[in-house]
């Protein structure tokens, strides 16, 4: 038998008997970043492609969901601090190796991007808006102008926001469960495919809504391959990673994840979707809900059972 | 008052003590905070104590930041109790001192509406009451019945006073209950006891033998850090114990003994060394008695024979005792201290002594060194009365080679019947929680109400508090002066305690309430020292110091008067009746014992029931610290060792709740969870012991863990000198509360 | 300089006065801690094998937990010492989960706490609290540039290992076997 414990001094709140440090807020933060950078990935590469007027849904109207995601992101991650008064202090220094304050200042660049791009469409939603200053009709002038440099990068920054959501976890090697690269990209992935359903919530037309099936379906292909990958690669590595990994091997996380997001999330849209293509009727709301339902479920229970998984005792 | 008393729990008492404290009572605390100490240390001031988180007496600093609020307690580096360093119990003192739910008040038990409380009394009052109760006991039953039941520091004043009252039936549980049987021994075997602090030359040896003393958990400072240096410099560890104890984990050998039978081990050891003349030709030669009986004695008790009764293996037996040989006379085969196990522990002890006088060991550098002390005259008074009886009385031609009092022994006086003489009536408790320090709980519940007063002098609401008519606070250590703390030791040293904050609440130190009764008594002539300042600094002055001089220092060495080891070939006369180290002892064989120890086989534990082995944790004092806040915070509970074998036969989880059972049918007050470990044997089940405290009062302690010691209801008494064997009980496993026992 | 700590599990007790002493130095408020006492037995009864060890911050030669912190309050001082600048830090809790060790904590008022190697006393000349008070000498400390340094005899002469190397962290406490 082997008995590793710690006899005496360390019950540190939220740090034993195993780690809870991060509880709701950062998971939720990074749904919503996720989502906000696969739905601004798509408007800005559409715009890119020029093929903003056939898909509506795509880029000008799933775009208002963006800054909304990300105010209420951020607001989650404000909520996570400990120290909220010297929040300010994110600001005062780029930390290139920190996951945590490249993600700030990205957010701090991508969230006035989306709202200037909701700002451009909301004529669609206020058909007789107006501007009531001078220089904000100019600057929209000046917007509409440049839309495909703006759309570039806001499309290289969704892209950074996407693996930032999954980087933030793999940066640790302190927890053998994130400890792995695959967590960047599909991260990526998983956000891409939240905000495809977006996407095919607000799509305006079929032709629409079975481009954006088709791009889910992709992305929930490439996920299911990351994910087997990840195990893989787990199983393979050393004890600690083994053990992470059995979390949801017949640990503790087991039914929630192969459940909640490898069936529901994953798997069950995957096949409507397939049906969809297939032409059958299927409500698009559904396969896309599950998908939303997924996306948020995969970033709760990675954040939780990283945390569960460690090196020592 | 009715014989008859209910347990009270104190409940909300004293909040207003303070402003009902007499000012004229409260006037003499604040000489001593005039002027604080001068040595400043980053704006912080420092005051001398010695710890009283147990009875190590380690002497240190109190440190203080300019609030006066206690900071820090650090070691004095004169120090050789601590060399410095006080141990986890003694830094965490302060918790003592701030700890909230102390006792506040003086407490006088009444009867209200049929039922009994305790009332909030000022100390003119609880005094008066106490003096009026002992001069009216007296005069009915005669001042020898009133009996002190004391440990700690503020016992020589209340001895004191008990004496100048005329009975000398003074105890402390660390006799009978501790290391009385070792003092016996010592004493028949070399003439001397091995005395606090033992005079165990660790520092220096190559070897050192520990049968079941578990240092390292016992965390008397000075052995323990001789320990490690002894480590540090190679020397070699052999422990003797059924459970892998700390001192096991750095032991060169552990010797897994079956519980019960180190007897036959230390038998065998001796047959080894005697007959392969491993042991000592010129110092036995030299300076023992009776050699030629023990070497007859043992002769068949061999590695092989023992192996039987022990589970030792043979070659172990053999190779350890090699190891000791090779080491001596650096050799200390330890003597422990808490020693009453099984009824049979002065015979064990005898024969631990005797193995140290074949290594000769005794007098020898790394063995037992030859301690000194100072030579402090107490404070003149007149002598005492001639008490016309004594506990002793209780047992006639019993117990003649015991020392000191038993505690126990007080218990068995107290209950009345016809073979014991001596019934006493009044009992003075200072410092010990009787209900969780001495065996067969419901014995000492029926000695209490046989009672008519029960004074109690605590610190804190502690089980025994409850019992009390009377409850006197004592201000904690760090509050008061006290004796001049002289321990005998390698150089004769002297230390002081001074308050290092005005005493909380409305408590006082033990010298002013055993002044204050004297007083009432009249017995002032016994006091007649105005102050303490002025008897302290009066002791201090005649020893070549001062208080002044204390203050700074804290700790004061002397050199010392003769050497600290035999000189070699040095003729010696030992106290014993042939003037040698007896190791065949006639003082013995005169009371009608075995002169030789032999060894018998104790009972084991029934089907299904295992033997209940306790012992301490570094971080607790007994039942003391178990509300210490800086201690709580380090281990707040203990638990219940069980081997995986024994687990899977029970079916038990880890950190699983379970009550447990005694072979009398008591079952624990609370449940205490369970360790699954290999350190422990699977005949066997371990605690610590000290909590499982039932008085809500205390906050922190309540219901955390469970008692040892209301599962020893089976006590194996030591015909020589009466210790209470406290290791023949049996428990096994249950998984709900005893039936009519209502845990609120 | 690089300041060092050494611990030997041959005389550690595993008595938790370093704990306790830690507290009272470093005001760490009731129920945290700074550092920690560790238990290892193996094998079983009656052939066992136990290691005690008392466990802080590793102060880290790589240490994720600096990297990791988007404001710049986990720092590295003179000597190596990994600190938190307590009006520094927003309490994102990164650092926590970066540590593989779970040296850290979320002191109640917000900002992130660790041990410090008591850098307050070890300017002063002085030791650690913990080193300070250790009964039975097991802890060294000192600087491990200094040859004559405590730390750096015993790091010459005995064995010793680091926990979880394979972490890459670097960790500058050493556990004498
Ligand atoms: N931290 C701390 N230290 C203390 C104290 C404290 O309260 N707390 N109290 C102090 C006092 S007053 C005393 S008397 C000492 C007591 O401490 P010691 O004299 O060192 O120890 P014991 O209580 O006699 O023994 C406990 C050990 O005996 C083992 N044991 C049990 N049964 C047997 C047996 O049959 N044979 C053998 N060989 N071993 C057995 C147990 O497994 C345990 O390891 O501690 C002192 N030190
Ligand atoms: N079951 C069991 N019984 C045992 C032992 C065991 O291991 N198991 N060990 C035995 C041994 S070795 C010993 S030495 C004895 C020890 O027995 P005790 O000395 O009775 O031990 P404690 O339980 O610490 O009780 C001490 C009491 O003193 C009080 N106190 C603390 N400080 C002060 C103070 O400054 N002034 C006053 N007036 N009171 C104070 C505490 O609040 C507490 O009520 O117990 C023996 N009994
Ligand atoms: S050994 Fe510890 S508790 Fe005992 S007197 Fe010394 S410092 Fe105090
Ligand atoms: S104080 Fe020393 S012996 Fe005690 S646990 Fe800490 S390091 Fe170990
Ligand atoms: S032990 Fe943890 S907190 Fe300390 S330096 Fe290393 S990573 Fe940072
Ligand atoms: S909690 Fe504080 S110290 Fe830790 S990473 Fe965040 S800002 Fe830095
Ligand atoms: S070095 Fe100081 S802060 Fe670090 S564990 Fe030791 S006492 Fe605590
Ligand atoms: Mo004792």
Redesign the pocket.
Known sequence: MREELIISGRMNPNIDPVLHIWHWQIPLYLFLGGLAAGVLFFAALYTILGRGKELKGAVQYAPFVAPVALVLGLFALFLDLKHQLYFWRLYTTIKLQSPMSWGAWTLLAITPLSFIWAALNIRIIFPNWDWRFRWLKDFEAFCRKHIIKISWVILVLSVILGIYTGILFSAFNARPLWNTSILGPLFLTSGLSTGAAVIILFSKSHKERLLFSRIDLVLIIVEIFFIVHMFMGFLASTQVQIDAASLFLGGPFTAQFWIFVVFLGLLLPAVLEALELAKFKIPAVIPATLVLFGGIMFRFIIANAGQVSRWLY | MANRREFIKIAGLGLGGLVMSNPAINAFTNTFLQDESSLLTGGMTRTPTYCEVCFWKCAGWVSQDKEGKIKQITGNQEDQHSNGRFCPRGTAGAGMYYDEDRLKTPLIRTEERGKQVFREASWDEALDYVADKMKSIGEKYGNECTALLTHGSGGKYFGNLIRAFGSDSIAAPSYAQCRGPREVAFHMTFGEGVQSPERTDIRDTRCLVLIGSHLGENMHNGQVQEMSDAIDKGASVITVDPRYSTAASKSKYWLPIKPSTDLALLLAWINVIISEGWYDRDYVEKYTYGFDYLKEHVKNMTPEWAYGITTLKPEIIRESAREMADSAPSVIVHPGRHVTWYGDDTQRERAIAILNALLGSWGRRGGFYVPESVDIPSWPHPPYPEPKKNWKDAYPGKYNLAYETIASGICDATIPSLSKACNFKTWIVNGTNLLKTLPDQQKTIDAINELELLVVVDTMPMEITGYADVVLPECTYLERYDTIRNSPHREPAIAVRMPAAKPKYDSKPAYWMAKELAKRLGLEEYFSWNNIEEMLDWQLKQVGSSLEEMKSKGVKTFKRSYPLYFLEGEDFEFYTNTGKIELYSTAMAQEGFDPLPVYTAHEEPPRGYYRLIYGRAPSHTFSRTSNNINLTDIMEENSVWVNPRVAKLWGLKNRQEVYLENQDGIVSKFPIKVRITERIRWDSVFMVHGFGHDNKKLSRAYGKGASDAELITKVHTDPVMGGTGMRGNFVKFRFEPAKNEKVS | MRYA?AVDTKKCVGCSD?VV??QA??NVPHGYA??WVVELVEGSYPNLEMELRSE??NHCDNAPCVRCCPTGASHIVEGGIVLVEHNKCIGCGACITSCPYDARYSHPEGYVDK????EH?VKEGED????AVCPTKCLY?GDLDDPRSEVSKVIKNRKYKTLIPEAGTDPQIFFLT
């Open positions: 700590m370093c002493a830690c130095e470093n700074r550092e802080r911050c041990c410090t190697f008591c006393l650690p609290a913990c080193v400390f």
